[in-house]
């Protein structure tokens, strides 16, 4: 045997060792797993593994036939009932129905039914009568107490003794709402206050000048002592 020979049989060698570890291998993960063994063992030749492939076509195909012949018979349903559908609606009048024509009442008919009719109003009014109350010319005013919004200014009139101050705004209001009220501030709130009355007259307007008791007694004696003209 030549060195040719002899690498070529250790490669070989080498190559038949690798698969029977491969094969070990593969029939350890097939102990290991949950599935049968004849199921999970690979294929003796290419002829078992052609027929093992073959039978699963064969099955998918018959689980594609039958999908195929359920969604078309779904399908005819489909279509029959959108037929059925249109010729309701195509069978439908479009126009509006015709209004019945008035019943003519005789006068006594007609009598009668303004007599009932007058009668069920009066019951009506009888159990709540606060439905047929109206606002009428001799109606009641509505006395209002609660003012419609908040003065703005101070009220001077005496019936509103309460009303002779105004509201914070929303930033004030908010500010004391958090921090409080103190008590320092009141005596300087009588001279620093915006809302003030205002006099209805100019200053000094009542000022005249009028002399007074002492320096009217000279005049009253000089007009007493002058002789009459």
């Not at 698969?19 to 063992?41: K, N, S, T």
């Not at 209001?173 to 921090?179: K, N, S, T």
């Not at 320096?215 to 002058?226: C, F, G, Q, Y």
């Amino acid at each position: 045997m030549n060195d040719g020979e002899a690498s070529l049989s250790a490669s070989a060698a080498a190559a038949l060792r690798h698969i029977e570890q491969a094969y070990q291998e593969l029939e350890r993960c097939v102990a290991g797993a949950p599935l049968d063994r004849a199921e999970a063992a690979p294929p003796a030749d290419l002829l078992a593994a052609y027929l093992c492939l073959k039978r699963e076509h064969a099955a998918l195909r018959a689980q594609y036939e039958t999908d195929m012949r359920r969604w078309l018979a779904f399908k005819q349903w489909w279509k029959a009932r959108l037929r059925e559908k249109r010729r309701r609606r195509s069978a439908r009048p479009t126009a509006s129905p015709a209004r019945p024509a008035p019943i003519k009442l005789s006068p006594r008919k007609a009598r009668e039914q303004i007599l009932q009719h007058r009668q069920q109003v009066r019951e009506m009014m009888h159990e709540n009568p606060a439905l047929f109350k109206g606002l009428g010319r001799y109606s009641a005013p509505p006395k209002r107490t609660i003012p419609r919004h908040a003065p703005d200014t101070p009220s001077t009139a005496p019936a509103h003794p309460s009303e002779k101050h105004t509201h914070d705004c929303e930033c004030c209001r908010d500010y004391y709402a958090a921090v409080g009220r103190g008590t320092s501030e009141a005596p300087a709130a009588p001279s620093t206050k915006r809302h003030k009355s205002v006099d209805p007259t100019p200053p000094d307007y009542w000022n005249i000048g009028f002399p007074s008791t002492q320096e009217d007694a000279p005049l009253v004696s000089e007009t007493s002592s002058d002789e009459p003209l």
